[in-house]
């Protein structure tokens, strides 16, 4: 009975001495397959939400078309006298290269003069141009040569289109264009200041103002 104690407490001895020692051993691996390992808080993830603005292709501009000249062809008619015609011209935003140059030299010969005086020089142009003896357009007229004392080499000098004076120039050549009035010198083709003495000769029509006109 003491033997079978014996061994009995051997046995346990031994198996308390073994679990020890497999518990020093294994300790590691075990721990590392079976408790939870700590890990390290990653950042929460954060989704911003912007509106995303992409450049939008430039439409290229189109180009600003200068405006027509406006066509004058149509004569007001109805007036009682030739300041009445004169108000009742239109006033166009942009004349056409040939009634610019109508325009011009009525302004630059003869702005401070009456308007009949104004009408004569213009339709003076008008005649020139109608003759076939002269350039067949009014800047022909105006820039030929030694004709007119304003021009310099193929240009006039700056207007100040916001004179009355140029209002006026702008309809008497309109008046002088559709030739909607006669002027007091009606078929002259030439003329000069009254303080010079060509000794032209031609057929003398009439002087108007500060201007003597022939045929």
Same mark, same amino acid.
Request: proline letters at 7%.
């Given at each position: 009975?003491?033997?079978?104690?014996?061994?009995?407490?051997?046995?346990?001895?031994?198996?308390?001495?073994l679990?020890?020692?497999?518990?020093?051993?294994?300790?590691?691996?075990?721990?590392?397959?079976?408790?939870?390992?700590?890990?390290?808080?990653?950042?929460?993830?954060?989704?911003?939400?912007?509106?995303?603005i992409?450049?939008?292709?430039?439409?290229?501009?189109?180009?600003?078309?200068?405006?027509?000249? =406006?066509?004058?062809?149509?004569?007001?008619?109805?007036?009682?006298?030739?300041? =009445?015609?004169?108000?009742?011209?239109?006033?166009?935003?942009?004349?056409?290269?040939?009634?610019?140059?109508?325009?011009?030299?009525? /302004? &630059?010969?003869?702005?401070?003069?009456?308007?009949?005086?104004?009408?004569?020089?213009?339709?003076?142009?008008?005649?020139?141009?109608?003759?076939?003896?002269?350039?067949?357009?009014?800047?022909?007229?105006? /820039?030929?040569?030694?004709?007119?004392?304003?021009v310099?080499?193929?240009?006039?000098?700056?207007? +100040? +289109?916001?004179?009355?004076?140029?209002?006026?120039?702008?309809?008497?050549?309109?008046?002088?264009?559709?030739?909607?009035?006669?002027?007091?010198?009606?078929?002259?083709?030439f &003329?000069?200041?009254?303080?010079?003495?060509?000794?032209?000769?031609?057929?003398?029509?009439?002087?108007?103002?500060?201007?003597?006109?022939?045929?």
């Amino acid at each position: 009975m003491r033997k079978k104690l014996k061994l009995a407490s051997g046995l346990a001895v031994a198996g308390s001495m073994l679990t020890a020692v497999m518990a020093t051993n294994g300790s590691g691996a075990l721990a590392e397959d079976i408790a939870p390992v700590a890990k390290a808080e990653e950042a929460p993830v954060r989704f911003v939400s912007e509106a995303v603005i992409q450049a939008v292709p430039e439409t290229p501009a189109e180009p600003v078309a200068e405006p027509e000249p =406006e066509i004058l062809d149509e004569p007001v008619t109805g007036a009682q006298s030739l300041r =009445e015609l004169v108000a009742m011209q239109p006033q166009p935003g942009k004349l056409s290269r040939d009634m610019h140059c109508l325009a011009g030299a009525i /302004y &630059f010969e003869s702005r401070g003069e009456s308007l009949a005086g104004q009408l004569a020089v213009g339709r003076v142009i008008v005649e020139r141009a109608d003759s076939g003896r002269f350039p067949n357009s009014y800047c022909g007229v105006v /820039y030929q040569r030694s004709q007119f004392s304003f021009v310099r080499g193929k240009s006039m000098p700056s207007i +100040k +289109k916001g004179s009355q004076a140029w209002k006026n120039a702008v309809a008497m050549a309109q008046i002088a264009h559709h030739g909607s009035w006669d002027s007091p010198a009606e078929g002259a083709l030439f &003329f000069h200041a009254t303080y010079v003495s060509p000794n032209w000769r031609l057929t003398r029509l009439a002087r108007v103002d500060k201007h003597v006109f022939y045929r």
